[in-house]
């Protein structure tokens, strides 16, 4: 043991390792999941400090030569470059960066990875610059409710902007209107705190302990929410073969249209009531079965189906909803969202 590190350390250590082997198992027994479950155990890599390890999950995952290209190759270079850059190779991860950066990837978690890594090796301008880059792609000033995904976008280009001393633009003030936690985000990312933290007035104190508990708050939020919350979707040769094997379900599904009228409007009414990271997960028939023999339950059984849909989103297989007006339909209908279910 290190003299320098704390008992209950090496076990937190040991549980991260313990837990990346467990899900590397995983990965093996569900290819088609390998992806989400790999990069969740590069994760846990990293936490125990074992960054070559994770940077060997990353490589494996990229690949030429692996089993699946990866669904989101960007994600996992920026991944790549801000482990690399932890443990001092600094030149590749700068390079990977900017390749990110060049690619201008849709999704913004790329995005928020590679700039929050700029950030947090003091590269504040290129921080900026890099958040302002995705904000300019992918929230046009026009937009009044920016998606679940892109608030960390918000939050962060919100940070960066007060540490450089920078007054507030259209997207700050987006940022601070999606923004739940009860301190403002001014305050949250007021560069003086650092400074009350040295502080001997026990009233600065007690401030910049429920500023800290706000921004747990915050985080523990969105860690509750690691997938979205996701509606099954059945493309109709799926859905026509699940009702010929089993009828009974006929009752949930009376149609294909009413099944992906319905998606919309449930969609819609979570939306509504303040539900936010929505998503939709498509369904296979063999895939299902195999979920249902995993239960011990029978595929005829309604109550199976949310259960689910729940356990594909755990794999990350939900795509985001909504899509954007111009982006394709997400009943796969080949129309855009805009004029086709987008128009309900």
């Not at 040991?14 to 467990?22: F, N, Q």
């Not at 700068?94 to 590269?123: F, K, N, T, Y």
């Not at 979205?228 to 006929?250: C, D, G, K, Q, R």
Request: proline letters at 10%; hydrophobic letters at 40%.
């Amino acid at each position: 043991m290190r003299p320098d590190k704390p008992a209950d350390a090496d076990h937190a250590d040991a549980d991260h390792i313990a837990e990346a082997a467990r899900l590397e198992r995983t990965a093996g027994l569900y290819p088609e999941d390998a992806e989400p479950l790999l990069l969740q155990a590069a994760a846990h890599l990293e936490l125990a400090g074992a960054r070559e390890r994770a940077t060997a999950l990353y490589d494996r995952l990229l690949s030429a030569d692996a089993e699946r290209p990866p669904a989101s190759p960007l994600l996992i270079r920026a991944l790549k470059a801000s482990n690399l850059w932890e443990y001092g190779h600094e030149a590749e991860a700068r390079a990977i960066i900017e390749g990110v950066r060049a690619a201008a990837p849709r999704d913004p978690a790329p995005w928020v990875i590679v700039a929050e890594s700029l950030e947090s090796h003091d590269e504040l301008e290129q921080a900026h610059a890099t958040f302002t880059e995705a904000a300019t792609l992918l929230l046009p000033p026009e937009t009044a409710d920016p998606a679940y995904a892109t608030h960390p976008l918000l939050f962060g280009r919100h940070r960066v902007r007060r540490l450089l001393g920078a007054d507030h633009d259209a997207w700050d003030t987006l940022a601070d209107r999606v923004s739940t936690s009860p301190v403002p985000l001014d305050e949250l990312h007021d560069p003086k705190r650092t400074w009350s933290l040295g502080s001997e007035n026990p009233a600065e104190l007690r401030a910049e302990i429920a500023r800290i508990q706000a921004e747990l708050g915050s985080y523990r939020e969105a860690l509750s929410r690691p997938f979205p919350v996701a509606i099954l979707h059945w493309p109709e040769p799926e859905l026509s073969e699940l009702l010929t094997a089993y009828p009974s379900l006929t009752a949930e599904y009376p149609s294909h249209e009413e099944h992906l009228a319905t998606i919309e409007s449930s969609l819609r009414e979570l939306s509504a009531s303040g539900t936010p990271n929505l998503g939709i997960v498509t369904g296979t028939v063999p895939s299902y079965e195999a979920f249902a023999a995993s239960e011990g339950s029978s595929p005829a059984e309604p109550e199976l189906l949310p259960q689910y849909a729940t356990t594909l989103a755990a794999r990350g297989r939900a795509t985001a909803w909504p899509p954007e007006p111009s982006e394709p339909c997400w009943c796969g209908s080949g129309v855009t969202y805009g004029g086709c279910h987008g128009q309900q």
